[in-house]
């Protein structure tokens, strides 16, 4: 019997140990033609007690390679007892040569709050131009040639131009023998502005209170979600299809308010924290998420709209 527990206590350390954090890039294939796309794989592998700080792509990577492309980071299956996040990005190129792509850099976030960073192996792509036949001989360019005339297509376009005139005639004769409709003004229906929908919607958020119920991931996209519509309709950003970064760094080119891009990028944040690292939110970070998205929309919607709650101080 104790032989068995020693066994099971060995096994259990051993699976433990075998969960390592590691990184890996890997490319599609490592020569393309000039202009060509080709996708690159990144993925990273932890235990189950850490968190995983995704690495920034940006634009371009490198000084030889442009992102065309960048999928979601997805959460896939794991060898042993951890987690696993891949990411495709696809890239091309319009320099020739033998290039080396830059390393990618992975922090891992112990539950003792220190961090490791593990950086992807290099990887070295050859961008091949399209081979010229120098044995032929040069041709000069082949100068103008007299076309034929055909008067096929001018009859047509004639006939054409002859049923619409008729066309106009008779829709002329037609209205002119009805008596004319009573235009009938259709009131406006007032538009709601962007910045009432999302504290609407913050509203319901607050009040279903998911989290309670330990559905940490459904209310924090819920709010980051709103706030990213609401940026897209009040600031005219394309946030919806945009990473944190990438939302952040379009806010800081168009917004000059510090407070407010502070404030969203906790939202932000912290629901990517619960959505791909598994966080789990103290119950004040719960409400705090919810009142950081709600200053938002207050120093970033239009100044002439009226603050909600608040009546006319002259009724």
Not at 74 to 93: H, P
Not at 98 to 106: E, K, S
């Amino acid at each position: 019997m104790t032989s068995r527990k020693l066994l099971s206590l060995l096994f259990v350390l051993f699976s433990s140990a075998v969960v390592a954090q590691n990184a890996s890039v890997r490319a599609e294939k490592y020569r393309m033609r000039i202009g060509e796309q080709i996708e690159l794989l990144l993925k990273a592998e932890a235990a189950k007690d850490q968190k995983i700080i995704w690495p920034s792509v940006s634009d371009s990577i490198g000084p030889f390679f442009d992102v065309i492309l960048r999928d979601t980071i997805d959460t896939v299956a794991a060898s042993g007892n951890g987690i696993a996040l891949e990411q495709r990005i696809k890239i091309t190129s319009f320099d020739s040569g033998m290039h080396t792509l830059p390393v990618f850099d992975f922090q891992f976030i112990n539950p003792g709050k220190d961090t490791q960073s593990v950086l992807s192996d290099l990887l070295s792509i050859e961008v091949l131009t399209i081979p010229v036949d120098t044995t032929q001989a040069i041709k000069d360019i082949r100068g103008l040639e007299d076309v034929p005339e055909d008067f096929t297509d001018l009859i047509l376009y004639s006939l054409l131009a002859l049923v619409v005139l008729a066309g106009i005639g008779f829709g002329i004769y037609y209205y002119n023998k009805r008596k004319r409709p009573v235009i009938v003004q259709v009131p406006k229906v007032p538009v709601t502005p962007p910045w009432e929908i999302a504290l609407a919607a913050l509203d319901r958020i607050e009040k279903d209170a998911v989290w309670k119920s330990g559905n940490d991931k459904l209310y924090h996209s819920s709010i980051a979600e709103t706030l990213r519509a609401y940026v897209e309709e009040q600031l005219k950003l394309p946030a919806l299809e945009s990473t944190t970064d990438e939302t952040l760094s379009l806010l800081k080119r168009s917004l000059n308010k510090v407070e407010a891009i502070e404030c969203i990028r906790r939202v932000l944040t912290l629901a990517d924290l619960v959505k791909f690292a598994k966080e789990k939110p103290l119950p004040a970070e719960h409400v705090a998420s919810l009142n950081f998205a709600r200053e938002f929309v207050a120093l970033t919607r239009p100044e002439t709209s009226p603050t909600p709650g608040k009546e006319d101080s002259n009724g």
